[in-house]
């Protein structure tokens, strides 16, 4: 290896190292150059060859052995002895004490349905004789019962009592209102209206309520039996 020097700053300075001269322009030279890279490759394919002369080692394994297939018998369990089943002995029968009434067979004679004949001719045959006939009972009579219904109630020929008519609204009156309402009235024994409530509207529940107002405020009923009454009120323009 060569050595080279310069001056730097009034001090010199040699190298060493080829390498650094390399590094250095005024030392690179064409010649070197080549050099170097042929070396290069050189050194490269030297490793490569020396690699693929020492290939991997390959690692083989022993393959397990084969066991022999052992076959399996299949032994069934002992049979169980078999039980035999108890016999039971014969129970003693209950002697019939009372013997069996069997129906009297008599001679039937039958007369044939036909003006031809004006005898009766025997007939062959077993016949139950009955000793007496019953007939069955009859099914007691259906009764229809219909429950009871309101009495429709007319206050002018209802003789005792109060039953004025009930005023005519002055808004129906306005709007010209008209229709049929249907009061269901309910009395007690002293008289009193227990229940009066509107059965069938008018349409109109202004004249519903004037309806219905005049019986609960005004009508009196005379005492006597418990009454259900129904009542239309007509509201009628005239």
């Known amino acids: 290896m060569g050595s080279s020097s310069f001056a730097e700053g009034g001090r010199a300075y040699a190298l060493s190292s080829d390498l650094s001269r390399l590094c250095l322009p005024s030392e690179f030279k064409e010649p070197h150059r080549r050099l170097a890279w042929m070396n290069s490759i050189c050194v490269l394919f030297l490793v490569v060859g020396l690699v693929g002369l020492k290939p991997p080692k390959v690692v083989v394994r022993p393959l397990s052995k084969v066991e022999d297939v052992v076959p399996v ?9 078999k039980t035999e089943p108890e016999v039971k002995p014969d129970e003693p029968q209950d002697p019939q004490d009372t013997p069996v009434e069997m129906p009297q067979v008599i001679r039937v004679v039958a007369v044939a349905d036909s003006p031809a004949v004006a005898f009766a ?16 009972t009859p099914p007691p009579p259906q009764v229809h019962y219909s429950p009871p219904q309101p009495t429709k109630f007319d206050p002018s020929a209802a003789g005792d009592g109060t039953y004025p008519p009930p005023n005519y609204p002055s808004v129906a009156l306005r709007s010209r209102y008209q229709g049929t309402v249907t009061i ?13 409530k509107v059965e069938k509207t008018s349409g109109y529940g202004v004249l519903d309520e004037a309806a219905l107002s005049v019986v609960k405020n005004r009508w009196r009923f005379p005492p006597g039996q418990a009454r259900w009454y129904v009542w239309p009120c007509q509201f009628v323009l005239q």
């Open 73 to 81: 018998i299949f032994t069934p369990p002992p049979e169980q002895p």
């Open 184 to 196: 269901e009235i309910r009395v007690d024994g002293t008289g009193n209206i227990t229940s009066a």
């Open 121 to 136: 001719v025997p007939v062959q045959g077993a016949v139950a004789a009955v000793a007496e006939v019953r007939y069955a």
